[in-house]
């Protein structure tokens, strides 16, 4: 069959870029290169139609069940629409299912997979519900205070502000148990034994498996799309598990586990590594040296001393400065460096304990003469307030008995400051006179 190229029709002709043909329907009409234009009573059976993709926007039962609000289930289901079409979903699933493996209450301190970045308006949009920013906002702080989803700035960008969310799948396929419903497309098993119970999430549309282990749920993958470290292939359990048998596996999901977070601590560590001077060679040596450290005991902190003692022996030579970290890891030569470095960082706690006593002397001494400046202020100021009010009394024969008096009644009495009856100054002036 001959191959037929489909252009756009206009009124005026087969022109290369004409104007689509006015539709009522919002389609846009294609047609055959070589037949010519049909009239309205024309066969129309030639003519193909591309219809243009419109939104859906869903409210679903159980979403409303768990959240009370239509509003809350609409944003609910349309972030889950769009976690379901991240890139890492399969990763996405793997981290859900950890953070059983974690803590029970499904926390887990790096979230890395599953995070999608939408606007107030962009949602608002999408659901075609006309909301303004400040409202989607709300909604969408709501759901994440009931921990339905979790929130963060872009972490790469801190310039960026849109936000980032992250579905908590596991913690909305336990509500909707709770309430009688199945998170759509997902499984959720609960599998009662003597104990406690474990939770296992899969996703029908996910290429990972699942092995479920007591307390714990471990997944794997049968593609290459996991971590360079953790390439774990698909096992398949038997009806019939035996005690050993689940102990065996348990063990190995933990290896596999282990292999994971020292994956993720390598790379923190070479994070510290000059890269600008480091070949693309040299990297992979590195990272095995760091992995052996790791696997013989150091700790991630040790490892972390020994690459900064490491730069400063090797002055930005990479060559130099791998050779000295192995030397470094296998003598623990770090160890009088770390001892140094105490004694360096006490020595500075010291020195910026002095200098923060040295201030506080400077300050009490600074309070202490604006103090003393201030109480010759008010002598002043009183002197000059006795002087005017003795004018008003007009006792001029016993002016220095008067001054002496109002003085002493104003010393004595602080919350008298300007102006004093002058029947008080005449019984301190008899006090004084002996009259």
Not at 7 to 36: A, D, H, V
Not at 280 to 287: A, D, I, M, S, Y
Not at 367 to 380: A, G, M, P, T, Y
Request: hydrophobic residues 35%; proline residues 3%.
């Amino acid at each position: 069959m001959d191959r037929i190229r489909l252009i756009i029709e206009s009124e005026r002709g087969n022109s290369l870029f004409p104007p689509p043909l006015s539709n009522s329907t919002g389609l846009i009409l294609f047609r055959q290169k070589g037949i010519p234009p049909m009239d309205q009573s024309t066969n129309t059976s030639s003519i193909t139609t591309i219809p243009r993709k419109t939104k859906i926007s869903v409210i679903r039962e159980e979403y409303v069940a768990i959240t009370e609000k239509f509003e809350l289930a609409l944003i609910l289901n349309q972030l889950i629409y769009w976690t379901e079409r991240v890139n890492d979903f399969d990763q996405f699933i793997i981290e859900e299912n950890q953070r059983k493996e974690f803590s029970g209450s499904g926390e887990l301190e790096d979230l890395n997979q599953g995070w999608i970045y939408k606007t107030a308006s962009q949602l608002s949009k999408e659901l075609m519900t006309g909301w303004s920013d400040a409202t989607t906002g709300r909604h969408l702080k709501k759901l994440i205070d009931l921990g339905f989803i979790e929130v963060r700035q872009n972490p790469k960008y801190m310039w960026n502000q849109t936000k980032q969310y992250r579905v908590n799948l596991i913690y909305v396929s336990i509500e909707l148990q709770k309430k009688g419903y199945s998170l759509p497309g997902y499984s959720l098993t609960q599998i009662a034994n003597e104990k406690d119970a474990v939770f296992i999430l899969k996703n029908q549309n996910s290429k990972l498996q699942n092995q479920t282990f007591k307390n714990k749920t471990v997944p794997y993958t049968e593609t290459k799309t996991e971590t360079k470290i953790l390439k774990a292939t698909t096992i398949s359990l038997p009806t019939n598990v035996t005690p050993k048998m689940k102990t065996e596996t348990q063990e190995k999901g933990k290896e596999k586990l282990l292999l994971l977070h020292l994956e993720k601590d390598i790379e923190k560590l070479i994070n510290l590594i000059p890269n600008q001077n480091l070949s693309e060679v040299l990297t992979p040596q590195l990272n095995n040296i760091i992995s052996k450290a790791l696997n013989s005991g150091h700790t991630v902190d040790s490892v972390a001393l020994a690459i900064t003692y490491t730069k400063e022996k090797s002055k930005g030579s990479p060559f130099e400065f791998k050779s000295y970290l192995g030397k470094t890891l296998l003598n623990n030569y770090h160890a009088g460096y770390v001892s140094k470095q105490e004694e360096l960082r006490i020595k500075q706690e010291k020195q910026r304990q002095l200098e923060n006593d040295r201030r506080d002397r400077e300050r009490l001494k600074v309070i202490k003469e604006r103090q003393e400046l201030e109480q010759i202020r008010l002598k002043d100021e009183l002197r000059v307030k006795a002087l005017e009010e003795l004018k008003v009394i007009n006792f001029e024969k016993y002016r220095e008995i008067q001054l002496q008096a109002l003085s002493e009644l104003k010393s004595n009495t602080p919350s008298i400051k300007y102006s004093i009856d002058g029947n008080f100054v005449k019984s301190r002036m008899c006090v004084i006179l002996g009259l």
